[in-house]
């Protein structure tokens, strides 16, 4: 193996792993390339040399230095074929996807269309990767969070309110779940749980009437719109409410220790299970463990069961 092509998605810690991918790469003389813009520089053959002084200084750094974008065409055939024609004519050995569930499942496709060696890195802040403890960038989006709950717990303590947080989480609560834990949070609506609303604001008029004046409710973004929820607890209650949408800020910011140890691993071996010739799998981290799971598995959304945990946030809250 002599040429490999790096696709990157964004979240904190991507660059720790493309800075551990290049190194290790190039310790077996093996030149590396970076693909600007993720698929659609693939099909638009944009390549760019990196080497050990590329990736000098980047282990602390968010977002990619290869920046990303989310491709359409590369999911159709012609797209597809234009990114396997550019991998020829490039000379490249072998391809490493760093990216959450839609990378992957481009890099699962490439896999099957060409037989150059193709492997996964699971970077996403979601943490819903079928047979993934840990995702890359998901510590640090839940650090992210926590961060800026706490100061949001001041105003609410000082100004007696209720705040609803929105955080980022599409189809998966795992960023709710772990934020309302951590961060003693009276309450958090997950897409994984039906959640009565006219129960949750019969608790509140309970504990204000007893003396709380403030509560903080983590709402997921694909269970709810946190203003939505807001209207009606104002309307249910009569209690003032403040929302508090934090956005793309999550996928952003210095990756934590334990994103950039991660994310160090996983791209060392990756680069190691690529030199084998193995394809179309995923590298992972599993019961403490990296190992290796096929692609067509690690493209399944991931299910959280939160009933557990749930009944603890609720527990330790009351």
Known sequence: MKKIAIITRDCAGVNA????????ANKHHIQTFGVIKGYDGLIDSKFITLNRSSVSGIVNLGGTILKTSRSKRFFTNDGQKKAIKNLHKNKIDGVIVIGGDGSLKGAHR???????PVIGIPATIDNDITGVDLTIGSDTAVNVVLDALDKIRDTAT???RIFLIEVMGRESGYIAMQVALAGGCEEVLLPERKSDIKTMCEEIKQGNAKGKSSWIIIVAEGRAKAHDIARDVTFITGL?????????????GHPTGVDRILATKLGHYAV????????????????????????SRATQRKTIDVT?????IKLLTK
């Open 17 to 24: 792993a493309l800075r551990a991918v290049v190194r290790t």
């Open 308 to 312: 557990e945990t749930y009944k603890l």
């Open 240 to 252: 003032e409410t403040r929302v508090a949408v934090l956005g793309h800020i999550q996928r952003g």
């Open 158 to 160: 000082s100004l007696e």
């Open 110 to 116: 490439l896999a099957k269309r060409t037989k150059i």
């Open 272 to 295: 190691e299970i690529l030199r084998t010739g193995k394809t179309d799998v995923c590298v992972s981290i599993k019961n403490n463990k990296i190992v290796t799971i096929p692609l």
